[in-house]
């Protein structure tokens, strides 16, 4: 199971640190690939940033490229999204999800993704 937590209201050019940790699983955490994706209301689900098994490659969206980072900590069975130089239009519900067989070509498709957190609500006012 994933749990995605750390989301709140903030002011544009704000920062917040979400936190995916992970329960279960958590011997072979390291084994499994974890992103973040985001839905706001009326849009579809758009991929945010992933990171590869074992603290591998990372690879984030060309929206938010430069302002948000994801890293991970095996030992806490935990992965972080920290975000920074919020802007109005991150606004959205923020999910983890992780695989452990995704290879790196579908990194950004959620559909590739087997398990799923609850979500986090990020709102950035301007």
């Known amino acids: 199971q994933l749990q995605a937590s750390g989301g709140g209201l903030v002011q544009a050019g704000g920062s917040l640190r979400l936190s995916c940790a992970a329960s279960?699983?958590?011997?072979?955490?390291?084994?499994?690939?974890v992103g973040w994706f985001r839905q706001a209301p009326g849009k579809e689900r758009e991929f945010v940033a992933a990171?590869?098994?074992?603290?591998?490659?990372?690879f984030t969206a060309d929206s938010v490229k430069g302002r948000f980072t994801i890293s991970r900590d095996n030992a806490k069975n935990t992965v972080f999204l920290q975000t920074n130089s919020l802007k109005p239009e991150d606004t959205a519900v923020y999910y983890c999800?992780?695989?452990?067989?995704?290879?790196?070509?579908?990194?950004?498709?959620?559909?590739?993704?087997?398990?799923w957190g609850q979500g986090t609500q990020v709102t950035v006012s301007s």
């Open positions: 990171i590869r098994q074992n603290g591998g490659a990372s």
């Open positions: 999800a992780a695989s452990q067989t995704i290879i790196q070509s579908s990194i950004r498709n959620p559909l590739q993704y087997s398990y």
């Open positions: 279960g699983h958590t011997l072979t955490f390291r084994r499994y690939a």
